[in-house]
């Protein structure tokens, strides 16, 4: 089986599909959330593995945008603990780095750390987490550093410098899986991309109706609508499937409302 990841081998797309596949598969690399649901479009993969959200870093919205109008349904979900290293080459210290690669979110994820022990370097973005690495070893200047997982550091075979340099210890990253072979064992829980009709108070009447269905909201928020300046629509993550779901849903869609269901599908948490 084929998946599609943004990243390579080492990087944190691959640990969530092994999470969720097994050892039993293909991985397809991609360099960009673009590419990875192209790929999926030109039948070069057989499902897709994308990060939606970060504890840190908080939501994704590329991600979002490619999931909207992909063809293959939401069926599951993965959360990863994530653990950031700053690898180097061997020999190098704190103070002789001057660049730091890697992926832009796990950059973010890392603030505190790079703020207090190098803010002399510059902070540079990459692809991917796991591709700063291999970087950093084709390079060989030790005055360069990547922040990556001690998987990359150990498939490319470079130390790891400082180990968990995070800006939390609960760094968890939520990850969606698309796979139009798969059917979710026990939905609990759905992706719904809401366009809410033009008129004041709209969102609020979205959300009454699932709060008076018992419907718990997990996650909002907006993104703007293409060609129509100034007007949003809203990706909500909602702990319900099934009949009651789709009852407050044809509520939702009775009172103008648009409603897009992404998937329902297993809780992680």
Not at 21 to 29: A, H, K, L, R, T
Not at 41 to 68: F, L, S, W
Not at 119 to 145: L, R, W, Y
Request: aromatic letters at 8%; proline letters at 4%.
């Amino acid at each position: 089986m084929r998946i599609a990841i943004q990243g390579q081998a080492g990087s944190f797309h691959e640990q969530a599909a092994h999470k969720q596949y097994g050892s039993d598969i293909e991985i397809v690399p991609c360099d960009t959330f673009g590419d990875v649901f192209r790929t999926y479009r030109e039948d070069k993969a057989d499902a897709i593995i994308v990060a939606v959200e970060n504890t840190i870093h908080g939501t994704i919205n590329e991600a979002y945008r490619q999931i909207e109008s992909c063809t293959a349904p939401i069926t599951s979900e993965v959360t990863l603990r994530i653990s950031q290293n700053l690898i180097t080459l061997p020999g190098a210290a704190l103070p002789g780095i001057t660049k730091v690669y890697s992926h832009p979110v796990a950059l973010s994820q890392c603030q505190k750390f790079l703020q207090d022990f190098l803010s002399h370097a510059s902070q540079i973005e990459f692809f991917d987490t796991a591709g700063a690495v291999e970087f950093v070893k084709q390079q060989q200047n030790p005055q360069i550093a990547a922040i990556a997982s001690a998987a990359a550091a150990d498939l490319y075979n470079l130390p790891i410098l400082r180990t968990n340099i995070q800006d939390s210890d609960d760094n968890l990253t939520r990850f969606l899986v698309l796979d139009p072979n798969m059917s979710p064992k026990n939905p609990n829980r759905a992706s719904l991309v809401v366009t809410t009709a033009h008129h004041a108070g709209s969102l609020a009447e979205v959300l009454q109706i699932f709060a008076r269905q018992n419907i718990n909201l997990a996650s909002l928020h907006s993104q703007p609508i293409a060609g129509q300046p100034w007007k949003y629509k809203f990706f909500l993550t909602v702990d319900a499937a099934g009949n009651r779901l789709h009852q407050a849903i044809d509520e939702v869609r009775s009172t103008g409302h648009s409603v897009t269901i992404l998937g329902e599908y297993e809780s992680s948490c």
